[in-house]
């Protein structure tokens, strides 16, 4: 059972570095949208928020 538990932990640590790094990806998108002045909707940018919490 341990075993288990620590493989699962294991793929959790690993889905949140990767949700990490996307996310960092995302803001960093976003900033050159920003800079180039196409906003993106808000409510789009709201989901993708909550997909990543």
Same mark, same amino acid.
């Given at each position: 059972?341990?075993?288990?538990?620590?493989? +699962? *932990?294991?793929? %959790?640590? +690993?889905?949140? #570095?990767?949700?990490? %790094?996307? $996310?960092? !990806? %995302?803001?960093?998108?976003? +900033?050159? $949208? #920003?800079?180039?002045? *196409? !906003? !993106?909707? #808000? +409510?789009? =940018? #709201?989901?993708?928020? !909550?997909? $990543? =919490?």
């Amino acid at each position: 059972m341990k075993k288990i538990i620590n493989q +699962n *932990e294991a793929q %959790l640590i +690993n889905y949140f #570095k990767t949700t990490r %790094l996307r $996310v960092g !990806l %995302l803001i960093i998108q976003c +900033n050159s $949208v #920003k800079i180039r002045g *196409e !906003l !993106l909707p #808000k +409510n789009q =940018f #709201k989901s993708m928020s !909550l997909t $990543v =919490f």
